[in-house]
Nanobody, 122 residues
């Protein structure tokens, strides 16, 4: 059973920075992509950023975070990061990591983290 453990959330003032981490444990054959989603109160969960696991790792971002957030990964540690700069109150949400991965039985599965709360407020 693959588990994702997130860390790094908290309270930060507008304009501040936070770095989220998400580490996977369990048996994983390979990871296709790692993503961060967020869900603000009363809103649907939205995709924030994705990074693929190929050489170089291509990245995509939601328009609302382009130029402020950076997703990166450490394949050897099965860990994905989200560096969040110039945070705004509208970034307040629970942030979830997601891995799309292959098992040793060649099943393609998704795993979700438990969520970490990011609050941007003065």
């Amino acid at each position: 059973q693959v588990q994702l453990v997130e860390s790094g959330g908290g309270l930060v003032q507008p304009g501040g920075s936070l770095r989220l981490s998400c580490a996977a444990s369990g048996r994983i054959f390979s990871i296709n992509a790692m993503s961060w989603y967020r869900q603000a109160p009363g809103k649907e969960r939205e995709l924030v950023a994705t990074i693929t696991s190929g050489s170089g790792g291509s990245t995509t971002y939601a328009d609302s975070v382009k130029g402020r957030f950076t997703i990166s990964r450490d394949n050897a540690k099965n860990t994905v990061y989200l560096q969040m700069n110039s945070l705004k109150p509208e970034d307040t949400a629970v942030y979830y990591c997601n891995f799309q991965y292959w098992t040793f039985s060649m099943l393609s599965l998704n795993a979700w983290g438990q969520g970490t709360l990011v609050t941007v407020s003065s």
